[in-house]
């Protein structure tokens, strides 16, 4: 079954201790993305993939980091949360060709105490 | 930047129709998609108009796109209360995705 796979799904951490919340999708997809939902603000990129070893910035990268080492893997890394990161999480692939759709992981909820 | 609005709330009986607004800034927009996202779970995409399209239909779902006033709709014919959810209207310029805040969709039997 074609999927993007997060995980955790549910993550409470303490301010300053890393972390990294995997993202695994099977459909070949170039194009891997991360955004966080908070309440009010909708879906805001931080970090995309165009492909292996090429990563960007989105809209709110900071205190964030990513790496694209295999072209099914897009882990996040927080080097150290903190309490404003607490949101909800999501994954993203898809293809590169025109009109190709973005498939979605089931969102990690991260809280930061 | 560029933004993506939507209004927050929105509210019907079952078996109304439903529309949901939702307008953009970035006028080199080449796919506009509508998201549903229900409780507990990831974003599934419902739909999606290029933008040299008007309208789509596809089964209860009508797409209207008015590229004049960046501008487009998403009708729900006939709501259902398993359509309660929340709707995110998204742009696309060249890989880069813009998202509305989303519409939390009630339907009142």
Redesign the interface.
Known sequence: EAQVTQNPRYLITVTGKKLTVTCSQNMNHEYMSWYRQDPGLGLRQIYYSMNVEVTDKGDVPEGYKVSRKEKRNFPLILESPSPNQTSLYFCASSGTGAGEKLFFGSGTQLSVL | ?ED?E?S?FLSVREGDSSVINCTYTDSSS??L?W?KQEPG?????LT?I?SNMDMKQDQRLTVLLNKKDKHLSLRIADTQTGDSAIY?C?EENN????????TRLTVKP
């Open positions: 930047g993506v939507q927050l080449t796919y998609y998201y779970a990831g974003l599934q995409l999606y290029f995110f998204a890989n880069d995705m813009r998202f509305g805040a989303g």
